[in-house]
């Protein structure tokens, strides 16, 4: 129920560490998939970090499917973090493309957990040169 607290923002953040270009998405942003086509786009970000709140509620089944999907048609790496605790937990982090070489990697349910991920620089241009749909993209879709 954000929305009844804040404002949506206006404009984006990316950054750069590493090599790697990064930008934060905010819980609900996962669900408006053109941002996240900008920021892989427009801005080179080769890795999503979002941050949300996901209560066990009728909506939480759909949270995994919308960050799989982000990472995978934009071709970026998506660390998606939940709260822990009872009612929330099951982080996710998702490689540019999820197969059996390259699967989800799931959090545990309800607890606090560390992780160290692993994560090849060159993986999302192999990727996009294997699977070229962003590359293929009609002109009409272009942002």
Known sequence: CEKEYFEPGHRISVTTTKGW???PLICY???IPEMSRALTLEHNVDLLLHCGAYFRDESFATWHNFAMTRAMENQ???LS???AGENYGN???CPPW???AHPADYFEAHVEDFR???LD???PEKTRSMYTFLKDRHERYRL
């Open 21 to 23: 270009t990064v930008a």
């Open 29 to 31: 942003d996962i669900r």
């Open 76 to 78: 970026v790496y998506l």
């Open 81 to 83: 973090l939940n709260r």
């Open 91 to 93: 982080s996710i982090f």
């Open 98 to 100: 999820i197969d059996e």
């Open 116 to 118: 160290l991920l692993e």
């Open 121 to 123: 620089p060159d993986l």
